[in-house]
Nanobody
Framework: VQLQASGGGLVQAGESLRLSCAVSRSLFSINDMGWYRQAPGKQRELVATITIGGNTNYADSVKGRFTISRDNTKKTVYLQMSSLKPEDTAVYYC???????????????WGQGTLVTVSS
């Protein structure tokens, strides 16, 4: 299983970006999906997660500015980022928890990361 993330880039403060992350193959189920980020010199932190049913959870620092969504038919998770700030600069990683078969254990996969740079 591979997660292919895209959509990063260089923007100015106040602008928007949309990240996408697609799961490469069909599986029994894709449960929670999410976005995490790691800024230079800092630990990786949660940005937002979304359950298979669409329940969402956000870090306080992005609430009201970022929106996570998913398209289960496309096996893709999105992160719409608005009102970007320089402190949002980081490598953004997508995550998916998948089952290969009914009753199987959850397997955790990460994308390769996409760089978001916000200039002031």
């Amino acid at each position: 299983v591979q997660l292919q993330a895209s959509g990063g880039g260089l923007v100015q403060a106040g602008e928007s970006l949309r990240l996408s992350c697609a799961v490469s193959r069909s599986l029994f189920s894709i449960n929670d999906m999410g976005w995490y980020r790691q800024a230079p010199g800092k630990q990786r932190e949660l940005v937002a997660t979304i359950t298979i049913g669409g329940n969402t959870n956000y870090a306080d620092s992005v609430k009201g500015r970022f929106t996570i969504s998913r398209d289960n038919t496309k096996k893709t998770v999105y992160l719409q980022m608005s009102s970007l700030k320089p402190e949002d600069t980081a490598v953004y990683y997508c995550n998916a928890q998948v089952r290969y078969y009914s009753g199987g254990r959850l397997n955790d996969y990460w994308g390769q990361g996409t760089l978001v740079t916000v200039s002031s």
